[in-house]
């Protein structure tokens, strides 16, 4: 079992990701290390916003997954309690010293679309506001981008797509009788 592997044992997020339901064979585990704040600016947390909300449900038709740059952008949209933990992890990583902020934080795979954070959102996010040197290493799980196996991954997994093209099928088959 790899180190990468183990970080998903012993997950606890909410985002209720089904391991179980990817076929044998189809996941891969590996660690991936970043240390350039473009980077992790570029990581989707698990926040997901309109052009004028934070912190929406999924089932708002309009929202869409937010990177870590537009959390930090729109940090004072959020909810106070919320706001606050941002905070109290900046504030944390700036009391101690001089040495990178250093972490390992779980992650899926979107292939070219890059990673969506699992957890330690609020930390990730933190470190980029920070502004300190920081190492963070993504346990990833490289596996199929289904809605299935993790209800967050639709807004990647061409499901959209999916029904546009349904729809135009079904409206031009009408059109056509």
């Not at 012993?10 to 290390?33: N, V, W």
């Not at 209800?151 to 997994?157: A, M, Q, T, Y």
């Amino acid at each position: 079992m790899s180190d990468a592997q183990e970080v998903f044992d012993g997950l606890s997020t909410k985002m209720r990701l089904h391991r179980d339901r990817i076929p044998e064979g189809a996941a891969r585990y590996s660690l991936e290390t970043i240390d350039d704040r473009q980077a992790l600016d570029a990581l989707f947390t698990c926040y997901r916003g309109t052009p004028t909300q934070v912190e929406c449900s999924m089932k708002n038709p309009f929202a869409f997954p937010m990177r870590i740059s537009e959390v930090r952008r729109r940090l004072d949209e959020f909810e106070p309690a919320n706001r606050a933990a941002f905070e109290r992890y900046v504030a944390a990583f700036n009391a101690v010293g001089d040495e990178p902020i250093e972490m390992v934080i779980p992650a899926y795979a979107l292939g070219k679309e890059g990673f969506l954070l699992l957890d330690g959102n609020h930390r990730a996010t933190a470190a980029a506001i920070a502004g300190r040197p920081f190492r963070l290493t993504l346990a990833t799980l490289n596996g199929p981008v289904d809605r299935r196996i993790l209800k967050d991954l639709k807004f990647w997994d061409g499901g959209l797509k999916r029904f546009g093209r349904r729809l135009r099928r079904t409206l031009g088959a009408g059109a056509a009788s």
